[in-house]
C-alpha cells in the first residue's frame, strides 16, 4: 500500500485532482480533516455518472483507535481501520459528495491517518489505477473477536453457491456463525451459505445478511478464498523458479536431470515441467525427471518450472545442455541383474531387490517388467512398484541399461502377489438403502446403534443412477420411480437427493445426538455417514451405481471409449469430489468430500436380462471389462493428486449364464478389488408373482439341494466354483448373505415342511409393495406360527406356517455359522449382507462370530 501525507484540508484534494490525469478523472476521491479527535470523510464522485459502492480503508498511528462512527459503520484490526457507509451515502450522485451525511469517526487520540485508499486506489487520487474488481469477492469487517464477510458478485450475472476459506492464529478457533454454517479443521475455518444468502444478484453482495462469527481471541483471519480464489480476487502469487538444474546421468536416448526444490508461492507446489526449448518434455511430482526419446550425439537444453495445484507456474530455471552419447563408442550390454527377489508387499505395491549388473561404462538404470510391459525405471538395486491390484500375482524381470543404453539380459524371474484388501482377517460389507429412512425408519445411526458398525468394514451406498440424457452419473433430483416394478421406465431421472444430502436430521436420527438446524450445506445420510466414520474411522463407505432398477443404461455409458471416460469422470466428480448439485440449499462444491472412498458397480446385468427396458449391447462383456478398467485409472490418478487409493468392487452374479454373458472374469479381476457374489435370490415370488410364484425354494442355499425340482441347481457353492476355475484369487471374493425373507403363500403340505412344494403366489409382505419380501426382524416378529426348520443337506433356513399357509427362505444365525465356516475353509475374503435394515444386531453378530 502506498503511504502518503494526509489531505489535511479538502482544498488539497481538490487542487490534487486538478493535476490528475484523464483516464483518473473517474476515480470516487475522500478527503480527510480533523478537528481535534473528530475525523471526517468527504468523498466525491466527480463522474458525470451515479456511482454505488464504495468503502475507506486507512490506518492510524499504533495504540490509536477509532469509534463512535457517524453515518457508516467501522471495524478495527490492529492499526487498520476499514469504513462502510450507511445504505443512504452507498450510492453518491453525479458530481456530487456525500455532503451533508458525510462519515464521521472518533479518535482515542489527535492523529494524522498513515494511509487511505477508496475501492483500493489512494484516497487523494494519485497513484495508479485500482485493479478491475474480482468477479467475486470477500471482504473481512472486524473488530476484536466479533468478524464478518462481505462477499460481493461484480458480474452482471447471479451468483448461486459460494463458500470462504480462511486460517486462524494458531490456538484461535470460530463459533457461533450467524447467516452460514461453520466448520473448523485445525487452523482452517469454512464458512459455508445459508438457502437465504446462497445466490447473490448480479453486483450485489451477501448484505444484510452477510456471514459473520466470534474468535476465541482477537485476530485476524489470513489466506482467505472464497471459491477457491483470494477473497481481494488478486491473482495467487506463483512459486519462485527451481534452482541448481543440472544432468545426472546421461545415455544414448535419454537425459536425467535434478533440481533443488522450488520455494512455493501462495498455494503448494504440486509438481514441474521440463520444457526441452519451449516443449514440455516431462511433467514429474519429484525434483528428479529422465527425458527419453532423444536422438543420440545430440546437445539438448532443457529449464524446468515450477506449478502450484491450480497451474500457476514459476519463471523458468536457469538452463542446463546436455549431449547425448554416441552409441557407437560402447556396444557392449551389461551383465544381467541376479537374484530378483521379492522383499515384501502391501494391497497395491510389491518390493523387488536384485544384486547388481556390471558394465565397462557405467550402469545408467534399470528398468522394471510386469511380463512383457515395462512398469518402471529406477537407478538403483531396489524398486517399489505402485498402482497394483489387491490379491494379485505379478510376474517380474529386470534389465539392466548402460550409459549408451545397451540393455542386458532379462535377471531371473519372480512372482510378488499383492496382500488383499482387508490385510488381516475377514471383509464384512453390508449395503445400506438409500429408503430406509421412510417406511423402515432404519437411518444411519442404527448401523451404529445395532452395533454393526463396528462389525463391518465396508458400507455400500445403495444406490446411484445414471443419467438418461447426458450419460453421467445423475444427482441432484427429487423424482421418484413408478410403482409398477414391470415399467421399463421406472428408473429414467430418478433420485432422491431429500434424502441423500437434503434432508434435516433430528437429535434422534443423528449418529451423534446432534440435530441438523437446517443451514447445513450437508444434510441428509451424507451427513450422517461422515458422522458415522468420525465415530468408526475403520469403516469405508462406496456409492453402489445401479442396482435392479437403475442399471437401464449402463450399456450405453461403457459402449465407447469417449462415453466410458466421460461417465467415470462424472461419477468421480460427484461422489468422491464430492461436487454436488445445489438442492434447496443444499449440496454444492466440495459439500459431500470424504462421503465416499470409492466406487461399487452393480450393473444388473451386462450383457443379459435384468429390469424390464433394460438396454443390453452385444459387446457388453467387452465394455464392461473396459469401464471397470477406465474406472480403476481414473482413481488411480486422483490418487496422484490426494494421495488415498479409492476402492473399486462390484456386484456379480451367481448365474453361470449371466457370468458367461457379461464377465471376463481374469481381465475384470486385474482392476476389481472385491466381486461381492450374490449368495441369494436363487428362487422366490415377486410383488408382481412373475418370477416363481407357484413354487417354494430356498433363496440362498450353501450346497446343491438333491431335492431342488429344477434342471439347473443354484447354489453359493456352485457360483463361487465358476470364480475359482476362473483364476480368480479367493480373497477377492465376497459371498451374499441375506437379511431379509422371500415368501410364499397358499403353500401345499408335503416334501420337508413344504420345502420345494406348490404355493398361490407371493405371501404378504412388510410393505405393501413389497409382496413377499420382509426384513429378517419383522419375518420373526410378524408371521405367526412360522416354525423354523434347518435343511441339513443344503444348508438353508427356512420356516413354514402349516398346510395352505406361508413358507419363508432366509439366512438366520445357524445358516451364517455354517456358511461362514465354509468360506473361511475356501480362504474366501469374507461376507457381503443385502441389506442392513433387516436386522435389529442379531444377524450381523453371527457374522462377526463366524469370521473371527
Known amino acids: ?90 450510492t453518491i450522485r453525479a458530481n456530487g459528495t456525500t455532503e451533508p451525511w458525510s462519515p464521521t469517526v472518533t479518535l482515542s487520540a489527535a492523529a494524522q491517518l498513515t494511509s487511505c485508499t477508496i475501492n483500493g486506489a489512494n484516497c487523494d487520487g494519485t497513484g495508479p489505477e485500482p485493479p478491475p474488481p474480482a468477479p467475486v469477492a470477500a471482504e473481512y469487517h472486524g473488530s476484536g473477536t466479533q468478524g464478518k464477510y462481505v462477499v460481493k458478485n461484480n458480474t452482471t450475472a447471479a451468483l448461486n453457491g459460494w463458500s470462504i476459506t480462511f486460517t486462524l492464529p494458531s490456538g484461535v478457533t470460530a463459533s457461533n456463525a450467524q447467516n452460514a454454517t461453520l466448520s473448523q479443521t485445525g487452523r482452517q475455518v469454512t464458512l459455508s451459505p445459508i438457502y437465504y444468502n446462497t445466490t447473490i444478484a448480479a453486483g450485489g453482495s451477501t448484505e444484510p445478511y452477510s456471514p459473520s462469527f466470534t474468535l476465541s481471541a482477537a485476530g485476524e483471519p489470513t489466506d482467505c478464498r472464497v471459491n477457491d480464489v483470494k477473497c481481494d480476487g488478486s491473482p495467487d502469487a506463483p512459486p519462485g523458479a527451481p534452482t541448481n538444474v543440472r544432468s545426472t546421468i546421461v545415455t544414448t536416448k535419454t537425459v536425467t536431470l ?230 421399463p421406465n421406472q428408473g429414467d431421472g430418478a433420485g432422491d437427493a431429500e434424502a441423500d444430502y437434503g434432508r434435516p436430521m433430528s437429535a434422534s436420527q443423528s449418529v451423534d445426538g446432534v440435530a441438523d438446524t437446517g443451514w447445513e450445506r450437508l444434510r441428509g445420510n451424507y451427513n450422517q455417514i461422515l458422522k458415522l466414520k468420525a465415530k468408526h ?183 463361487v466354483n465358476v470364480y475359482l476355475q476362473a483364476g480368480v484369487n479367493p480373497r477377492k471374493l465376497t459371498i451374499g448373505l441375506a437379511f431379509y425373507g422371500r415368501g410364499w403363500q397358499g403353500v401345499a403340505a408335503g416334501g420337508k415342511n413344504g420345502e420345494w412344494q406348490t404355493a398361490n403366489g407371493a405371501a404378504p409382505g412388510q410393505f405393501q409393495e413389497e409382496a413377499g419380501n420382509r426384513g429378517y426382524t419383522n419375518l420373526l416378529a410378524s408371521v405367526p406360527g412360522c416354525t423354523v426348520h434347518h435343511d441339513e443337506v443344503a444348508v438353508a433356513t427356512y420356516c413354514y406356517t402349516g398346510n395352505g399357509g406361508q413358507w419363508w427362505t432366509f439366512d438366520d444365525a445357524w445358516s451364517i455359522g455354517k456358511k461362514t465356516a465354509w468360506l473361511r475353509s475356501k480362504n474366501l475374503l469374507g461376507a457381503m449382507i443385502w441389506e442392513l435394515s433387516g436386522d435389529n444386531g442379531t444377524l450381523m453378530s453371527a457374522v462377526d462370530a463366524g469370521l473371527r
Not at 500500500?1 to 485532482?17: G, Q
Not at 551383465?335 to 497395491?348: I, M, Q
Not at 443404461?553 to 461417465?567: G, L
Not at 449368495?679 to 438333491?706: A, I, K
Request: charged share 15%; glycine share 8%.
Open 1 to 90: 500500500m502506498r503511504r502518503f501525507a494526509v489531505v489535511a484540508l479538502v482544498l488539497a484534494v481538490v487542487t490534487a485532482l486538478a493535476a490528475l490525469p484523464a483516464n483518473a478523472a473517474a476515480r470516487l476521491t475522500a478527503a480527510f480533516t480533523l478537528n481535534g479527535t473528530q475525523g471526517k470523510f468527504v468523498v466525491t464522485n466527480p463522474n458525470p455518472t451515479a456511482v454505488t459502492g464504495w468503502s475507506i480503508v486507512f490506518d492510524l498511528p499504533a495504540g490509536v483507535t477509532a469509534s463512535n462512527p457517524q453515518n457508516a459503520t467501522i471495524a478495527q484490526n490492529g492499526t487498520r481501520v476499514r469504513l462502510t457507509p450507511a445504505f443512504y451515502i452507498n
Open 537 to 719: 474411522p475403520h469403516l469405508k463407505v462406496l456409492i453402489s451405481l445401479g442396482g435392479w432398477t437403475f442399471s437401464k443404461y449402463f450399456a450405453d455409458v461403457a459402449a465407447t471409449q469417449a462415453a466410458r471416460e466421460k461417465f467415470v469422470k462424472s461419477c468421480i466428480d460427484i461422489y468422491i469430489k464430492g461436487n454436488l448439485p445445489v438442492v434447496n440449499a443444499s449440496g454444492g462444491p466440495g459439500s459431500a468430500a470424504g462421503v465416499f472412498d470409492g466406487i461399487d458397480l452393480d450393473w444388473e446385468w451386462p450383457g443379459a436380462e435384468g429390469h424390464p427396458g433394460n438396454h443390453i449391447n452385444p459387446n457388453d462383456k467387452a465394455n464392461n471389462t473396459a469401464l471397470v478398467a477406465e474406472f480403476r485409472k481414473q482413481l488411480d490418478e486422483l490418487t496422484l493428486t490426494t494421495g488415498k487409493r479409492y476402492d473399486l468392487t462390484a456386484f456379480t452374479p451367481a448365474d453361470p449364464a449371466k457370468i458367461t454373458a457379461g464377465w471376463d472374469l481374469p481381465e475384470v479381476a486385474k482392476n476389481l478389488d472385491i466381486f461381492n457374489i450374490q449368495g441369494y435370490d436363487f428362487h422366490g415370488s415377486g410383488s408382481d408373482n412373475s418370477w416363481e410364484p407357484n413354487r417354494t425354494g430356498h433363496q440362498g442355499n450353501l450346497y446343491n439341494d438333491p431335492d431342488d425340482p429344477y434342471n439347473f441347481k443354484f447354489s453359493v457353492e456352485s457360483a
Open 258 to 487: 535434478a533440481w533443488n526444490a522450488s520455494v512455493p508461492g501462495d498455494l503448494p507446489i504440486a509438481g514441474y515441467d521440463v520444457y526441452r526449448g519451449t516443449t514440455v518434455a516431462a511433467s514429474v511430482t519429484s525434483t528428479t525427471a529422465t527425458i527419453t526419446g532423444l536422438t543420440p550425439n545430440t546437445a539438448y537444453t532443457f529449464t524446468v518450472k515450477a506449478k502450484d495445484r491450480k497451474g500457476n507456474q514459476s519463471p523458468a530455471s536457469q538452463a542446463v545442455t546436455a549431449s547425448t552419447k554416441n552409441p557407437a563408442d560402447d556396444p557392449t550390454p551389461p551383465t544381467a541383474p541376479t537374484n530378483l527377489r521379492t522383499t515384501g508387499a502391501t494391497s497395491t505395491t510389491v518390493s523387488l531387490a536384485w544384486n547388481a549388473s556390471t558394465d565397462n561404462t557405467g550402469i545408467a538404470g534399470y528398468d522394471v517388467y510386469i511380463g512383457a510391459n515395462l512398469k518402471m525405471t529406477v537407478e538403483g538395486t531396489t524398486a517399489v512398484v505402485t498402482g497394483l491390484s489387491p490379491s494379485t500375482d505379478y510376474v517380474f524381470t529386470v534389465k539392466a541399461r548402460d550409459l549408451y543404453d545397451n540393455t542386458s539380459a532379462a535377471s531371473n524371474t519372480v512372482t510378488g502377489s499383492t496382500s488383499d484388501i482387508i490385510g488381516n482377517g475377514y471383509a464384512r460389507v453390508a449395503y445400506f438403502v438409500q429408503w430406509g429412512i421412510y417406511g423402515r425408519q432404519y437411518f444411519v445411526r442404527n448401523i451404529d446403534t445395532t452395533g454393526s458398525a463396528a462389525k463391518l468394514t465396508h458400507i455400500n451406498y445403495a444406490f446411484g443412477n445414471i443419467d438418461p440424457v447426458n450419460l453421467t452419473c445423475l444427482h441432484g433430483v427429487t423424482k421418484g420411480t413408478t410403482p409398477n416394478p414391470q415399467d
